[in-house]
């Protein structure tokens, strides 16, 4: 009877360890998608600033009083 008892303990720890393993398989599988997209996002961003600041360039009026560039 003794023996049944620690291989029930058995049994109990791995489901317990499968499930822990899952749990950490689908969450580290959801953190790289997610840092995936956040590094895409960061990069779009980025992109869209370095257009905005030739916009705001070209658009902005020179001390000089010519006229502003074409993009």
């Known amino acids: ?19 822990l393993y899952g749990l950490y398989f689908v969450l580290s599988s959801l953190l790289d998608r997610y840092l995936v997209a956040k590094r895409d996002h960061t990069a779009a961003l980025r992109e869209q600033n370095d257009i905005l600041r030739d916009i705001i360039k070209s658009v902005k009026p020179s001390d000089d009083n010519t006229p502003p560039t074409t993009i």
Request: with cysteine; aromatic share 32%.
């Open 1 to 19: 009877m003794f023996s049944f008892g620690l291989f029930m303990y058995l049994i109990y720890g791995g489901f317990i360890a499968i499930c």
